[in-house]
């Protein structure tokens, strides 16, 4: 059925970029925003506005039955999640389609299936797709984590089975420090994803973060090539770009191709996307997880493709097949992405919750800004400190680095602390301008900052 009212149950920036294609697919809106979020962007540029609870997340944006009762009682037909909160829920997807309603997203069992890390990699080993040498699946305890550990061979990876975004990961070099690891990535597991399952997997040191994005209708699917996110702090990412420049023509392909392969056994639809790590030195890559929703550096793939990804996923959603053939996209010059935080660089990057005195969005030729911010806006200190995206797009990574730096020097946000130095101190680093870096290559080096004088502040 085509879908003629879109719930959002997400905020930020991502709901803004829902509603932008929903409306060019003539859908209506109504934005999910908690006490907190009355004055956020999406709010003012959503057909219909609907609280769904007080400003702590647990109890508004993490709540399956707020936002399904906002969902039902305004009308909607379709619930789309964005990414993050309980865009990669099951439950939340079975709540959805068992009230009527259209999921924006995969089948729950497919959620379900590849959102457990563990599972995620058994299918993929099915699918005869290389993953990272490791446990068969979720460990019972410590002491088959260390039984285990010794069989993979240390350093080791402790990671979260239902988890994402970096949290609950911790790297063990021995059995001591597994013993004393174990228990804290449990913990912050259950925190952040409500299951304290893990597995392991070798550490490899100086691997590039990899992925590829994928679209499928339930039947067919197709990619977008791949993209890097190996710029990465505390295992954060926060600098991406498209496509990777690490890799050869015939690594890209059958990168892309294992991708394709693994996301058409479980019969995917929806946006997806699946990461990789690469080794350099032995040109090889293993996959490590996927992500079963749109990701926050999506922009880059559309960039360099020229295609809407948040209008395909709508689209099929609501039933439709895939609107373009593999033979069909094309890649194109190189875009990247930098994430704008509401975080002080100088103080260990403390978050900076605050109101926004003056906004300057920085334009041009192959420049895009995706925020929720306006001019008056005053950022709530409870969630995510992402307050928006700037993508630069050039025939070429150097061209594409020079436009970097030439908007982040236009970029006026005012009245709040934020990493545009940083972003720009990298885009006139050395190494990044070479692209001589990998996940760990921020934590291994002094971080680059500016002055607010050298960033025209």
């Known amino acids: 059925m085509a879908i003629a009212k879109l719930f959002i149950a997400n905020r930020g920036e991502i709901a803004v970029r829902i509603i932008r294609a929903a409306r060019e697919l003539g859908i209506a809106t109504v934005q999910a925003v908690s006490a907190a979020?009355?004055?956020?962007?999406?709010?003012?540029?959503?057909?219909?506005?609907?609280?769904?609870?007080?400003?702590?997340?647990?109890?508004?944006?993490?709540?399956?039955?707020?936002?399904?009762?906002?969902?039902?009682?305004?009308?909607?037909?379709?619930?789309?999640?964005?990414?993050?909160?309980?865009?990669?829920?099951?439950?939340?997807?079975?709540?959805?389609?068992?009230?009527?309603?259209?999921?924006?997203?995969?089948?729950?069992?497919?959620?379900?299936?590849m959102g457990d890390k563990a599972r995620a990699r058994e299918i993929a080993q099915a699918?005869?797709?290389?993953?990272?040498?490791?446990?068969?699946?979720?460990?019972?305890?410590?002491?088959?984590?260390?039984?285990?550990?010794?069989?993979?061979?240390?350093?080791?990876m402790i990671k979260a089975a239902a988890g994402g975004g970096g949290r609950g990961i911790r790297v063990a070099a021995d059995a001591e420090e597994l013993r004393a690891q174990f228990g804290p990535a449990s913990a912050e597991a259950k925190a952040a994803f409500g299951d304290g399952g893990l597995y392991l997997e070798r550490f490899i040191a100086r691997a590039r973060h990899v992925e590829v994005q994928v679209m499928g209708d339930g039947t067919d699917v197709v990619h977008?090539?791949?993209?890097?996110?190996?710029?990465?702090?505390r295992r954060q990412k926060i600098w991406e770009e498209a496509p990777a420049a690490c890799l050869s023509p015939e690594t890209r392909e059958a990168l892309c191709r294992s991708a394709v392969e693994l996301a058409r056994s479980v019969g995917y639809r929806g946006a997806g996307t699946l990461e990789y790590l690469y080794n350099e030195t032995r040109g090889d890559f293993h996959f490590i997880e996927m992500n079963t929703r749109i990701q926050v550096e999506h922009p880059v793939t559309e960039m360099i493709t020229g295609?809407?990804?948040?209008?395909?996923?709508?689209?099929?959603?609501?039933?439709?097949?895939?609107?373009?053939?593999?033979?069909?996209?094309?890649?194109?010059?190189?875009?990247?992405?930098?994430?704008?935080?509401?975080?002080?660089?100088?103080?260990?990057?403390?978050?900076?919750?605050?109101?926004?005195?003056?906004?300057?969005?920085?334009?041009?030729?192959?420049?895009?800004?995706?925020t929720m911010l306006h001019t008056g806006y005053a950022v709530p200190p409870f969630y995510d400190s992402l307050i928006g995206k700037l993508i630069v797009w050039d025939d070429t990574r150097m061209g594409a680095i020079a436009r970097l730096d030439r908007a982040l020097g236009e970029l006026r946000i005012e009245g709040i602390a934020t990493t545009a130095g940083l972003h720009r101190?990298?885009?006139?680093?050395?190494?990044?301008?070479?692209?001589?870096?990998?996940?760990?290559?921020?934590?291994?080096?002094?971080l680059p900052t500016l002055t607010d004088t050298e960033t025209g502040r």
């Open 37 to 113: 979020d009355r004055d956020m962007l999406a709010a003012h540029l959503a057909d219909e506005v609907a609280e769904v609870g007080p400003a702590h997340a647990s109890k508004s944006y993490l709540s399956v039955d707020a936002m399904l009762k906002a969902a039902l009682a305004s009308g909607c037909d379709a619930v789309h999640p964005g990414y993050g909160f309980l865009s990669e829920n099951a439950g939340f997807a079975e709540a959805v389609e068992s009230a009527g309603l259209i999921f924006v997203g995969p089948k729950p069992e497919t959620i379900r299936a």
């Open 127 to 156: 699918a005869g797709v290389p993953v990272v040498p490791g446990s068969a699946g979720v460990i019972a305890g410590i002491d088959e984590a260390t039984e285990e550990a010794e069989r993979i061979g240390y350093p080791v």
């Open 224 to 233: 977008f090539f791949e993209r890097e996110c190996s710029l990465q702090r």
């Open 307 to 370: 295609f809407d990804l948040v209008r395909e996923m709508i689209r099929v959603a609501g039933g439709a097949p895939l609107s373009v053939r593999q033979d069909e996209i094309a890649m194109r010059g190189h875009a990247i992405e930098v994430r704008i935080n509401a975080e002080d660089p100088a103080l260990d990057f403390r978050p900076c919750p605050g109101t926004v005195t003056a906004l300057r969005i920085p334009g041009g030729m192959g420049v895009r800004f995706d």
């Open 425 to 446: 101190a990298l885009a006139r680093d050395a190494d990044v301008q070479a692209g001589r870096f990998h996940t760990r290559w921020l934590e291994e080096r002094p």
